[in-house]
């Protein structure tokens, strides 16, 4: 079995310049298939605002109202996702940008309004997902380079959580792929205590995280982040790391030390 | 060989959402492979506007600076290409967006600065084109729809007529497809009086073009997308027609009698 580099970006790797010149470099000298995911960043925020647009949140969550899902669909489908294609085919990476639509790669439902009405938000329909496209471009030696766009097939784009996309994703292509999973994030790892950025864990069980989240050492955005990882591992996906985007090279390396590696059990 | 239809729209059909949706209903509906090119329409000047930005132009064509580039990159390809490509699925249409440098398929220059600078706007370079992967798409049954954005393979986006777009991939692809390209506008062909919308012109020759341009009849925009229409009927393109979107599904029966058809020769 082939061995397939999955790597999540967003935040800081995409707000600053040299940070993502950094690693697009890298990235783009990964040997073998490889596909990239990307986030937002504050760019969707910045623009909003020049836009007249104010972002809402609840619970960390971007609510997504009409004027929300234009900005995010030209911001993350076509400033963010068209830079980082462009700049990956200039380095030698025959890149392709996706987005959810684009050949169906991820059908998705509409987040059915409860107490909150999050707008235009999606999430993945796991019984309609086929890896068939992709593997398909992974096997002609594309990089798929994915928005964090989905549509409902009712001719809707759906703003949808990145994490969510990367570990479906894994989990979709782990049949045909070894696939190794990488969270580039700002640390250099999940920390054991959250303001020591020294005291990253080389792993992390899944005992372990529910302990952390019980004395809140887990807590906010890593959250989700860390639910999405363990998913991934549970469904299969080989390895999973959480770490930082200039570790991306020895993160490949077989036996790479660095970042945080998320395991199932001990 | 199989019939291939590729189709070019702009304007009207793109900004208003009636025009929008009939034109998208009939494309869907059209058997066989497909491929569709869109324009910008008015979308990009109002959400410039409202960024703060006033379009210049020269001789018609719009200057490209650091901040249009910008604001063509998301409302190209990520507004206008989004929300094609998402309702074309709903509808049944396997539809996939790509801008030139998803997969390289539209490598470009940078215009050399004259008098005038034209900033962030590309010329194709037939020289790098390569139809396999536009060609293997359409052989998977999908429909790629093409922001008029290009690359110059140093991680620039550039600006790009999208009428110069359709013409060359239309000459692409002609050894391997039957083409008919089909030029959508506002009018019901290219008119004899430019004043009488009931003057359309079943066909038209080089001859006839070299006389209505010396006598004004054609002129204004009608002449960068007139030589590209005559450039793809030189380049081998079987069937060119310019005509209304409303007519696509009659323009696209072998013998549809609708639009102006672009002849070398009588």
Chains 1, 2 share one sequence.
Request: proline content about 5%.
């Amino acid at each position: 079995m082939k061995t397939l580099v999955i790597v999540k970006i967003g935040g800081n790797v995409l707000d600053d310049p040299e940070a993502r010149e950094s690693f697009l470099g890298d990235f783009a000298a990964l040997p073998g298939p490889k596909l990239l995911v990307h986030g937002g960043g504050k760019i969707a925020s910045e623009m909003g605002l020049k836009l007249g647009l104010k972002p809402t949140y609840h619970n960390g969550r971007r609510i997504t109202d009409d004027a929300t899902i234009e900005l995010v669909s030209m911001v993350y489908g076509g400033l963010i996702n068209g830079q980082l294609t462009a700049r990956l085919q200039s380095l030698g990476c025959n890149a392709i940008g996706l987005r959810g639509s684009d050949a169906n790669i991820l059908p998705a439902r509409k987040r059915p309004k409860t107490s909150v009405d999050f707008g235009w938000v999606g999430d993945l329909d796991p019984s309609k997902l086929d890896p068939f496209f992709l593997s398909t471009l992974l096997g002609m030696g594309l990089t798929p380079v994915i928005a964090p766009l989905t549509h409902d097939n009712q001719g809707n784009i759906l703003n949808t959580n990145a994490d969510a996309i990367v570990s479906t994703l894994a989990t979709l292509l782990s049949p045909i792929y070894k696939v190794r999973l990488i969270y580039c994030f700002e640390k250099k790892g999940v920390l054991e205590r959250p303001d020591d950025d020294a005291s990253v864990l080389s792993e992390l069980t899944q005992e372990d995280y529910s302990t952390m989240k019980a004395n809140c050492s887990a807590r906010g955005g890593m959250l989700p982040k860390l639910d999405s990882a363990f998913a991934a591992a549970a469904g299969g996906v080989d390895t999973v790391i959480i770490g930082a985007a200039e570790d991306l090279c020895k993160n490949v390396k077989k036996n790479g030390t660095c970042g945080t590696r998320i395991m199932l059990h001990n």
